[in-house]
């Protein structure tokens, strides 16, 4: 089932999510089945499940390749439960990004460009990975809100306060 989006200054957008203790359950499934069918009916890549007003640590994603990110691979969906991530090194690239909770604004934002994650998932087993380019970025932005950031909160200071740089697709 698709449900709607919390706007950038709900509070619920700003506060740490909390871990998830129970899997295998049938909520924990309806509740990625839903952020699934929202994600995709937004025609987005990622989505954590505090945008749709559960506080907890969970994040989907997928892209099935196209015009976002050009040259990009394909990602599975993918459910990321509790998820950790170091970065793999200090290199930095800026790049697009939008936000579901930010309708209508785009903006380089800068991220690492290889991380590590660790994670659970839909059964609570062990998840881990690596990630680079765009699937990097996406797990890094979906894991910010599960740490109450969004990605204009990485803009310079004051750039978070200028007209959209440019419209076009959320996350």
């Given at each position: 089932?698709?449900?709607d989006?919390l706007?950038?200054d709900?509070?619920?957008l700003?506060?740490h999510?909390a871990p998830?203790?129970?899997?295998?359950?049938?909520?924990l499934?309806?509740?990625?089945q839903?952020m699934?069918d929202?994600?995709f009916a937004?025609?987005?890549v990622?989505?954590a499940?505090?945008?749709?007003?559960v506080?907890?640590r969970?994040?989907v994603?997928?892209?099935?390749?196209?015009?976002?990110?050009p040259?990009?691979p394909?990602i599975?969906?993918?459910?990321?439960i509790n998820?950790e991530?170091?970065?793999?090194?200090?290199q930095l690239?800026?790049d697009w990004e939008?936000?579901?909770?930010?309708?209508?604004?785009?903006?380089q934002v800068?991220?690492?460009h290889a991380i590590r994650y660790?994670?659970?998932?839909?059964?609570?087993s062990?998840?881990?990975g690596?990630?680079?380019?765009?699937h990097?970025?996406i797990?890094q932005?979906?894991?910010?809100?599960?740490?109450?950031?969004?990605?204009?909160?990485?803009l310079?200071?004051?750039?978070?306060?200028t007209?959209?740089?440019?419209p076009?697709?959320?996350?």
């Open positions: 089932m698709k449900r989006f706007p950038q709900h509070p619920m700003r506060q999510a998830v203790t129970a899997f295998d359950t049938p909520e499934h309806d509740l990625v839903d699934f929202t994600q937004g025609n987005g990622g989505l499940a505090p945008q749709i007003g506080p907890l969970v994040i994603f997928a892209y099935a390749g196209g015009e976002r990110a040259g990009a394909e599975p969906p993918t459910v990321l998820p991530i170091t970065p793999e090194s200090g690239e800026e939008g936000c579901f909770s930010v309708p209508g604004r785009r903006e800068p991220r690492w660790r994670a659970q998932d839909l059964q609570g062990p998840v881990e690596r990630a680079e380019g765009f990097a970025r797990i932005h979906e894991v910010d809100h599960l740490n109450g950031t969004l990605f204009i909160d990485r310079p200071p004051g750039a978070a306060d007209p959209p740089t440019t076009g697709p959320a996350e």
